[in-house]
């Protein structure tokens, strides 16, 4: 009697086991699905903006006057965070269509230039801010991702140096820009963007962090220093 009344008592002590094992296996579940989700959207983000950028490389300089003629979306508030949803749709979009590159030597960055602020432009590369702005005039501002893998997008500038030089090319030219400022500030300070009387900018912008929420930016801007014809012998430097 005594021993089955002690069987009866361990009873829920063993189902008690099983489902906390259950659970602790759900989890690990869970977080191996979560980790390979990240890895193959790193992968899949490494992997769009390369061939974006290898098309780029192709175009012509006309190729990329026409690309600059269509629509594009310059709204802020469509701005998400990069999901894989959004790369799956930058994935299967066939109306990227690059208006130039951008490659910063220093820091490994080589990225297709978009135009427009549409997420799956910034799933691929930079992203132009301003419908009027032109290469070697004004403030060129370019936005770009932070992610948690620093070496995509624009995760690398924050290592970015005074000093360092930025190039841009419409295939027409290439332009050359040394940078001169590089901080970080509250998202709401966008006047880094507009124009400076009398001074030619590019002007960067990426997250602090890749954490969600991140309310800070970090901005790296750059003054012209030389506009030149774009020969092969300069386009060199966009060669990966």
Not at 129 to 146: F, I, T, V
Not at 168 to 180: G, L, P, R, S
Request: hydrophobic share 40%; charged share 20%; aromatic share 6%.
């Amino acid at each position: 009697m005594e021993g089955t009344k002690m069987a009866k008592q361990q009873r829920p002590g063993r189902k008690h086991v099983w489902l906390w094992r259950i659970v602790i296996t759900l989890l690990l579940v869970v977080g191996l699905a979560l980790t390979f989700n990240q890895q193959i959207k790193v992968f899949t983000i490494n992997l769009l903006s390369q061939n974006q950028y290898g098309s780029a490389q192709k175009l012509s300089s006309t190729d990329i006057q026409r690309n600059k003629r269509k629509h594009a979306n310059y709204d802020f508030k469509q701005v998400n965070a990069l999901d894989i949803s959004t790369v799956t749709k930058a994935a299967t979009d066939k109306n990227l269509n690059p208006i130039g590159l951008l490659s910063i030597p220093s820091v490994k960055i080589d990225l297709p230039i978009l135009a427009g602020l549409s997420n799956e432009n910034l799933a691929v590369g930079a992203a132009t801010m301003k419908s009027d702005q032109q290469m070697g005039k004004g403030n060129y501002a370019l936005a770009g991702h932070h992610m948690a893998n620093k070496s995509i997008l624009f995760s690398p500038l924050t290592k970015i140096k005074l000093g360092d030089k930025i190039y841009i090319t419409d295939k027409q030219y290439v332009y050359t820009y040394k940078v001169t400022l590089s901080k970080t500030v509250y998202k709401t300070q966008v006047q880094y963007i507009d124009d400076v009387k009398g001074k030619k900018l590019i002007t960067l912008v990426t997250c602090a962090s890749s954490l969600a929420g991140e309310e800070d930016r970090h901005i790296v801007q750059g003054q012209l220093v030389s506009k030149q014809k774009a020969t092969n012998a300069r386009l060199a430097v966009f060669s990966k």
